[in-house]
């Protein structure tokens, strides 16, 4: 795989790890993005340019796992009551986008290119399968994910995923000398593979863990996840179903278990370290050769798909009920072809559906598209914080000199503040959203527009000088970048953070915050207080039990933040979902 000269081994990690390191700093930094990065440095050293690699389709097959393990990711964050709820996005729609684009494509390559009816429909139904680790990573990077907006993005990406198995079984039907047979025996194999990987899900992995658990050695959990995950993708891919389908199914059943915090921290980095690889075998596998023979129609196809496709995913957005915005900006995110067209134009091109010319035409056209996504989505968002900015009544933070300083006034900041207003102290707040301070202006408040994950607005509005910052922020990735801000650059602030749940609260402590406060916890142990008293329980028992969780849950985190999530668990005594701090106790009647 790697061209003479290098290791067999530690060559090609080094020129990979070298080509990723340098490039995606840069391209972050310029504010391209770090996926745009990955596909820069894939090209530098695939065979059109240095020929350090000379066969990226091996190197882009293994690096699909992290894809496969992105989604994986997703699926814990999904239960299964959720993913439920989601079957009429998932499949209206999902349905309606593809089958929508798919023939505005066909269409657009019969009449405008001249292919025939077979080939414009393999064309574009390759393109209309839009790429689902791009789309991630960029929702994620901006925070997006777990908004309505996002489970959209997640439930088209869905369908689309499985659109693919319908796709290739028409392939097949259509390939000279098969018959359809083979496609309906496909479809039953996959049907068998969901449901014996849904009973596993429901039966066996829960009580896998536990025994796993049981064994009190970190890295045999580790093992036991990657084989989780290592084995739903090939149980997938052996039924003729993608991979990256089978992963997330497995991650839906897991997200209701009480290791799938544990599951998520051992996965995470091989997850992120994957994904980059796929981007840059993606990057890789860009044909200059295809490009300087047949630029002319490679131009015309890439901008002619990607403007039809946008306008057939705005119409649909709006016919369901989005807005324009939303509409506008998913018509942005999805107008470019993904991953599995590969699949798609390769068993096209091998059943002798299509010319292997036309194939590596179309693959690269769905490379280019890949890699202007997230430009074409920098730009757009320019316009629109541009946009932001300029509206009415939102005052820049511009000289702030408050002895604390407040990020995000939100629900949680608005009640923090209260406490250091109500006694007189200068406050210095900022927030993000246009719309929350010309709200907060009408109580009286005065917020200054500012995004805290950005180092400027930390010096403009007077983080030098505070004696405390507070990061009240709802969004975990940019608490977790204003922490690395503050403790970079303003180390002598006292940094109090709010944390979004016990494994967040984990990562502040070892960044080396000063406090950090779950934002459920003091709500969720007075209820319980609030139930003891209801139950008859006295004043003083109920005080003492609050104390003994208190101490219990502050040595847990102690031991937690040394070992990782599954340590402290000798303080609990029972393990039902969620697990309770003490053990359970029927009130005696002289406790009233």
């Given amino acids: 795989m790697a061209a003479a000269g290098l290791g067999s081994t530690i060559g ?7 080509a990723g390191v340098l490039a995606v700093p840069l391209f972050r930094r310029l504010g391209l993005g770090s996926v745009l990065g990955y596909f820069a440095a894939g090209a530098l050293v695939g065979p059109s340019a240095f020929g ?16 496969v393990m992105f989604l994986f990711l997703i699926g814990l964050e999904l239960r299964p009551q959720k993913l439920w709820a989601m079957r009429g996005q998932i499949f209206g729609l999902g349905l309606a986008q593809v089958v929508a684009c798919t023939g505005l494509l066909t269409a657009c390559g019969v009449a405008v290119f001249g292919l025939s009816p077979i080939a414009a429909f393999i064309a574009g139904a390759g393109f209309v399968l839009s790429s689902t680790a791009v789309i991630m990573s960029m929702l994620q990077e901006r925070g997006e994910l777990a908004g309505p907006d996002g489970q959209k993005a997640v439930s088209i990406l869905l369908f689309e995923d499985l659109s693919i198995v319908p796709l290739l079984a028409l392939v ?25 990987l849904l009973l596993a899900g429901r039966f066996l992995i829960d009580p896998f863990f ?24 090939l149980l997938m891919e052996a039924v003729g179903l993608s991979m990256a389908m089978g992963t997330f199914l497995a991650g839906v059943m897991l997200s209701g278990s009480s290791y799938r915090h544990q599951v998520e921290a051992d996965v995470e980095p091989f997850k992120g370290l994957l994904m980059g690889l796929f981007f840059l075998a993606v990057g890789m596998s860009l044909d ?4 300087v023979e047949r630029w002319p129609l ?19 957005a709006r016919l369901f009920g989005s807005g324009h915005r939303p509409a506008f900006g998913r018509a942005l995110m999805f107008a470019q072809g993904g991953e599995f067209a590969f699949v798609l134009y390769t068993a096209a091109a091998g059943g002798g559906v299509i010319p292997t010319g036309d194939a590596a035409l179309f693959s690269t056209v769905i490379i280019l598209s890949m890699a202007l996504t997230p430009l074409v989505l920098v730009v757009a968002g320019h316009f629109r914080r541009e946009e932001e900015k300029s509206l009415d009544g939102v005052e820049e933070a511009r000289d702030l000199r408050g002895r604390v300083l407040l990020i995000g006034f939100g629900r949680f900041g608005q009640i923090a503040a209260q406490l250091l207003l109500s006694r007189g102290v200068d406050v210095s707040m900022i927030e993000n959203d246009p719309d929350r301070i010309r709200e907060a202006g009408r109580f009286g408040f005065r917020i200054f527009y500012g995004d805290g994950t950005r180092l400027d607005t930390l010096q403009h509005s007077g983080a030098a000088e505070a004696e405390v910052i507070m990061v009240c922020v709802d969004d975990r990735k940019a608490a977790n970048r204003i922490v690395e801000l503050v403790k970079a650059h303003f180390p002598l602030a006292r940094l109090l ?3 979004y749940d016990r494994v967040h609260s984990i990562e502040l402590i070892r960044a080396g915050v000063d406090i950090e406060v779950r934002e459920t916890f003091d709500a969720a142990l007075h209820m319980g207080a609030e139930g003891l008293k209801a139950l008859g329980c006295s004043e003083e028992r109920t005080t003492e039990a609050l104390t003994t969780i208190r101490r219990l849950d502050a040595e847990r985190l102690v031991a937690q933040v040394q070992g990782g999530v599954m340590a402290g668990r000798e303080n609990l005594t029972t393990r039902p979902v969620p697990e309770p701090l003490t053990p359970p106790r029927k009130l005696a009647a002289d406790e009233a």
Avoid: C, Q
Wanted: glycine content about 14%; cysteine-free; proline content about 3%.
């Fill in 12 to 18: 090609p990690v080094v020129v990979l790890l070298s």
């Fill in 52 to 67: 350090l690699f000379s066969d990226p389709s091996a190197m882009l097959h293994v690096s699909e796992l992290g894809v």
């Fill in 172 to 196: 097949a039907w259509l390939a000279p000398n098969e018959h359809g047979g083979t496609g309906w025996l496909g479809v039953g194999l996959g049907a068998a593979g969901v449901a014996a």
């Fill in 210 to 233: 536990g025994l796993l658990a049981r064994a009190r050695a970190r890295e045999v959990l580790t093992a036991g996840a990657l084989l989780v995950v290592l084995g739903a993708a």
């Fill in 288 to 291: 200059i050769r295809v490009v």
């Fill in 298 to 316: 490679l131009i015309g196809l890439l901008f002619a798909f990607a403007l039809v496709k946008a306008v057939g995913i705005y119409a649909v």
């Fill in 497 to 499: 953070v709010r944390s």
